[in-house]
């Protein structure tokens, strides 16, 4: 039973950092772009960043670019989004997922499997 299963979460006052892990498991994921999202309360999900299956290759949202890095161990089974100057406009529920492909997919339907997500909340 494939599963992705992430964790980190919390709250953090605007400015600090947070740290998310996605652990996979069920199937390799060693072809597999990973990426995250991310779903504020009454606004659609949307992309945060991904990460391509070499590992080698990342492409984030413009709102992540600078503060927030994705990272993969090289078998997949685990990826981080390392998440630094927070903003309140960052709280969401983040969700991992992952994509049958050798690019970096942003659109929400290229991916396969998704897990339950982990609530960030960033108070001013």
């Known amino acids: 039973q494939v599963q992705l299963v992430e964790s980190g979460g919390g709250l953090v006052q605007a400015g600090g950092s947070l740290r998310l892990s996605c652990a996979a498991s069920g199937r390799s994921f060693s072809r597999y772009a990973m990426g995250w999202f991310r779903q504020a309360p009454g606004k659609a999900r949307e992309f945060v960043a991904a990460?391509?299956?070499?590992?080698?290759?990342?492409a984030s949202a413009d709102s992540a670019k600078g503060r927030f890095t994705i990272s993969s161990d090289n078998a997949k089974t685990t990826v981080y989004l390392q998440m630094h100057n927070l903003k309140p406009e960052d709280t969401a529920v983040y969700y991992c997922?992952?994509?049958?492909?050798?690019?970096?997919?942003?659109?929400?339907?290229?991916?396969?499997?998704w897990g339950q997500g982990t609530q960030v909340t960033v108070s001013s």
């Open positions: 997922a992952a994509a049958r492909s050798d690019g970096l997919p942003v659109a929400i339907n290229i991916y396969e499997y």
């Open positions: 990460i391509d299956w070499s590992g080698s290759r990342t």
